[in-house]
Structure formats: structure tokens, C-alpha cells
């Protein structure tokens, strides 16, 4: 510590046909190498062209580059064979201790020459001397990566006095500079937040208040129908849908997520997942979402109950599998892709079999526990009572088309979390830290609230022309937002990745299709709670004669 190295020579390799076909590959897919010193990731400062003096971090830096000799066309591959560190820390005057708060390099590419025999690290490089002060500071002479030919590894190590405080060490790694487009993006998701109420406030006026209190006076039974349509389907609307079993399974798994989501966000927002803690995002989640297993079993059984079901068992069988378990049987398949390539980033076994344990040992008992607790509460009451003989549902527009109008109604919640998503894919699949929770909460707030109200919107639409199967339609109609994130995902890939290897694209398309169909249940599941509430709302108001 505080001692500075200069040209320390680590090792030299002599590479073969095998060892250069590797590191060419490797350059040519841009590989980095990371480092961990005192727990903070290595990063390369790179001067931004937009501000004097400001830099952002890449994390890591590339194994290698390409380039031509002058007066050559000819691609070479040149390795990163010399790296010069800079360890910044921070001086704690009181107690005479330092305590490093920055972790920096800058990769050179060098073709070292020495005199004489080769004496390991006592050999004298003629490239890069500290007694004849000779550093270095540029990559003129650079390092080929050619078999038949050595490479000699060194580095350089300077520590710099800082005035970074060790506690807020992590805030340069942090820095987010386009703040600006984060509330471009809040803005105009709020936009579409107000068009949907100002909707809803409309129908809630127009039915509620006009609809109801003329049906009330008692009118001829001819004056009543010519009204409006919703009314005329008080003795079906509450009516068990097809599939009903599903729907339950489906919302169960809805709200496991939504109640996993928010308190993540709750926690994350407070500062409580700091980056600085590796992988506490990541193992947050997977806990959070082993103990609202005892959320989607209640949710599932309650409305099973509400459909006259008496399995109360095998609807948590199913909540506790469907989903877990097509999840897992994805990311089982890609980590076998993984583990085929030899890669370091596959699951350890081990690992795996803490996770089945976690799902087995934890999540589906709770799921049990929900469900009996749920089952054993009375029934919900619906506000009319259900026909003996389902009617007629007569002829429907072309717009009300059941395809069409979910499909639409996906848009809108896509529409308010899309710029935000954009931030969220560049982070995990191009090495940035994401750390707005404050928007990313936000996001989230303004997202329910879509989902809720574009719900509402196209049900009372749907009802006012005489059709009273909502069930399905409420969840499926916000629920298709995520059939738009799996193509933004797709156009993101093309346009943005630069993905050549097939395992890779499968890789991230297999991930993006556990994040659609999470996505999926979460706004479905708000969709479908809203329109619950609102039929109930709107039909416990009217006299039924």
C-alpha cells in the first residue's frame, strides 16, 4: 500500500497455434478482463467529448485491439500487455490509516525487448526501465499476437491521494449523466397517465353518476334498455369463465410478483441493495419471491372459491409449479449452453440445488399455507346475482374484436415504461451499473397505474356493447404489454448488440423471454384486479329489479 511499482514483469508466455486463435477471438469479440481490488471493480476513465474534464468508467478493460502498421492495410491483433494501475485513497488524518476509494487502469500494448538471458522478474527490460526512468506512456511499438512469438506481461502501480471519502466511493461508479432523459421519460409516461384518467374519470362520471341515477328513477323497463348495454348483463357478468382454474393460477402468480416488485423497489429506493454488495439485487429477489409464496396461494384460492371450485389442492399445485417451473426449466437449458461452452458464467451445481431447495423446501409450503388460509375465509360475494341461462352475446364491431382490442390495450403500458427499459437493457447486457431506483420506482408507480387504467377503459367498453366475457380480456389486455417488450428485446438485439455467436443470441433471448412472461403476470395481474374491482363497483350501484 502507497508504494509505487514501475515495470514489475509478472511472466512471459510464449504462445502457440491454439493460445493465438484464442486471444484473436477474444479481441475480435471485444472480451474484457475484470479485476477486484478492496471490492471495487477495475474500470478504464474514458474522457467524455461532450464535457472538459469529465470522464465515464468502462468497467474492465479489453483483452486486446485491433489495428494496421502505417502503410499497411493488413488487420493485426495487438494484446494489452502492460497495464498501469492507479490506486486512489483517501487519508484519515485522525488515525493515520488510508483506505482506497478508486481502482483505475490503462491497458498498453508493448513489444518489451530485454538484454541478455531471460531471469524471470529479474530480467532487465530495455522497453521499460525504472532505474533509467524510462516509462511507459504510449503503445507506439504495440505487441502482435502472432504464434511463434513471446509475450511479456507488466504493469506499472501508483497510488494518488484522494479526496473521495471512503463512504461515498461508490458514487463516481454511479454517476448518471443523462438524468435529463429519465425525466423525458417520467414526463411523457405521465402523459399517458392523464389521457387514461382523464378516461376513466369520464366513465366513472358518466356511469356512475348519470347511468345509475336515471336506471334508479324507476323507468320503464323499454326506456332502460335503450339506455345502455352494460346494465342488461347484471345476471351474467359475475358468470365463472372458461379455463377458470388457470386464471386463478395465473393471478396468484401475478401477485407473488407484483408483492416481490414492490418491496425490491421499496428497498433498493431506501439504499439498501447497494452495488457495493454484489449480488444482494439478484438474491433479494429470489428470497422475496420464496415468501410471497404465501401471497399467490391466498390470492388463487380466494378467487377459485369465488368460481364455486371446491380443489382448493390442486390450484396451489398449480401455483406453486407453472410458473417456477417453466422459469427454471429455460434457465436449466441455458445454463447447460453454458456449461458446453466451458464458461465461468455457468451456475455451479451446487447453486442449482440450493435454488431447487429454496423452491421445494420454502415456496411451494407457503403456496399451500396461502392457499388453505385463503380457502378457508368466506366467499366473495358478488353484488348481483348469476342467471341460470347464460344470454346471447349478440354481434361485436370490428374494434371490439377480442384479438384487436388486446393487443391495443398492450400498447399503452409499454408506451410508459419503454424509455426506462431501454436504460435496464443497456446495464445488464452492456456492462453499465444501473442505479436510479428513484425513477425506476416511479416508472413503476406510473406503470400500475396504466396497467389499472387501460384495463378499466376497454372493459366498460366491452361491457357497453353487450359482451360480458371480461374475465380473460382484463388480464390478457394489460398482460400484452409484454408481448411488445419481447419485440423491443428483438429490435434492441438487432440494433443495438452486436451478437455474432449462437449460443450468446440464444442466451439473450432465452432470458428475455423469462423476463416477457414475468412481465406478463405482473401487469396482467393488475389489469385483472382492476376490472374486478370496477364491475363491482359499477353493478353493487344499480337496483336490480
Not at 35 to 61: C, K, S, T, W
Not at 208 to 225: C, G, P, V, W
Request: aromatic fraction near 18%.
Amino acid at each position: 500500500m502507497r508504494e509505487p511499482q514501475m515495470c514489475q514483469i509478472v511472466c512471459k508466455i510464449s504462445v502457440g497455434d491454439k493460445e493465438a486463435k484464442v486471444l484473436k477471438e477474444k479481441i475480435e469479440d471485444e472480451y474484457r478482463v475484470n479485476m477486484i481490488l478492496d471490492n471495487l471493480p477495475l474500470v478504464v476513465p474514458i474522457q467524455r467529448v461532450d464535457q472538459e474534464g469529465a470522464y465515464f468508467y468502462q468497467h474492465g478493460f479489453h483483452v486486446g485491439a485491433k489495428g494496421q502498421y502505417s502503410g499497411s492495410k493488413e488487420e493485426k491483433y495487438f494484446i494489452h500487455n502492460h497495464l498501469s494501475f492507479t490506486v486512489k485513497y483517501h487519508r484519515d488524518e485522525l488515525r493515520d490509516v488510508s483506505r482506497i476509494v478508486a481502482f483505475e487502469v490503462k491497458p498498453y500494448s508493448v513489444k518489451h525487448e530485454y538484454e541478455g538471458q531471460w531471469k524471470d522478474k529479474k530480467t532487465r527490460l530495455t522497453t521499460c526501465d525504472p532505474h533509467a526512468k524510462r516509462i511507459i506512456t504510449s503503445s507506439d511499438s504495440p505487441q502482435e499476437v502472432e504464434a511463434g512469438k513471446d509475450i511479456v506481461f507488466t504493469y506499472d502501480v501508483d497510488f494518488k491521494e484522494s479526496d473521495i471519502k471512503w463512504a461515498s466511493r461508490w458514487d463516481s461508479y454511479l454517476l448518471m449523466t443523462d438524468d435529463q432523459i429519465h425525466w423525458f421519460s417520467i414526463v411523457n409516461s405521465l402523459m399517458i397517465v392523464l389521457f387514461l384518467s382523464g378516461m376513466v374519470a369520464m366513465i366513472m362520471l358518466r356511469t356512475l353518476y348519470r347511468d345509475i341515477s336515471k336506471y334508479n328513477q324507476l323507468e320503464t323497463q323499454e326506456e332502460a334498455q335503450e339506455e345502455t348495454g352494460w346494465k342488461l348483463l347484471h345476471g351474467d357478468v359475475f358468470r365463472p369463465p372458461g379455463n377458470s382454474d388457470w386464471l386463478c393460477v395465473y393471478v396468484g402468480t401475478g401477485v407473488q410478483f407484483f408483492g416481490m416488485m414492490l418491496v425490491t423497489m421499496v428497498f433498493a429506493v431506501l439504499g439498501f441493495l447497494s452495488p457495493s454488495n454484489r449480488g444482494g439485487l439478484m438474491t433479494a429477489m429470489l428470497l422475496l419471491w420464496v415468501f410471497m409464496g404465501l401471497l399467490a396461494g391466498y390470492s388463487s384460492s380466494r378467487l377459485y372459491k369465488l368460481f364455486k371450485g371446491s380443489e382448493w389442492k390442486n390450484i396451489a399445485l398449480r401455483t406453486a409449479f407453472t410458473f417456477p417451473g417453466s422459469v427454471f426449466a429455460i434457465f436449466f437449458f441455458l445454463n447447460i449452453l453454458i456449461w458446453g461452452q466451458k464458461s465461468s458464467g455457468a451456475v455451479p451445481f451446487t447453486t442449482m440445488f440450493a435454488l431447487v431447495l429454496l423452491w421445494f423446501g420454502i415456496s411451494v409450503p407457503l403456496v399451500f399455507v396461502g392457499s388453505f388460509l385463503g380457502f378457508k375465509k368466506p366467499s366473495i360475494e358478488d353484488p348481483v346475482k348469476t342467471n341460470k341461462i347464460p344470454r346471447q352475446v349478440p354481434e361485436q364491431a370490428w374494434y371490439m374484436n377480442p384479438i384487436f382490442s388486446i393487443l391495443i390495450g398492450g400498447i399503452l403500458p409499454f408506451g410508459a415504461v419503454f424509455i426506462e427499459l431501454f436504460f435496464i437493457l443497456t446495464s445488464i447486457w452492456l456492462h453499465q451499473f444501473y442505479y436510479i431506483f428513484g425513477f425506476l420506482f416511479l416508472v413503476f408507480l406510473i406503470l400500475i397505474v396504466t396497467c389499472a387504467e387501460i384495463s378499466i377503459v376497454l372493459c366498460y367498453f366491452q361491457l357497453c356493447s353487450e359482451d360480458y366475457l371480461w374475465w380473460w380480456r382484463s388480464y390478457l389486455t394489460s398482460g400484452s404489454s409484454a408481448l411488445y417488450l419481447f419485440l423491443y428485446a428483438t429490435f434492441y438485439f438487432f440494433t443495438k448488440l452486436e451478437i455474432t455467436k449462437f449460443v450468446s443470441a440464444v442466451l439473450y433471448f432465452g432470458y428475455m423471454l423469462i423476463a416477457s412472461y414475468s412481465f406478463f403476470a405482473l401487469t396482467g395481474t393488475i389489469g385483472f384486479y382492476a376490472c374486478f374491482m370496477f364491475t363491482r363497483l359499477i353493478y353493487s350501484s344499480v337496483k336490480i329489479e
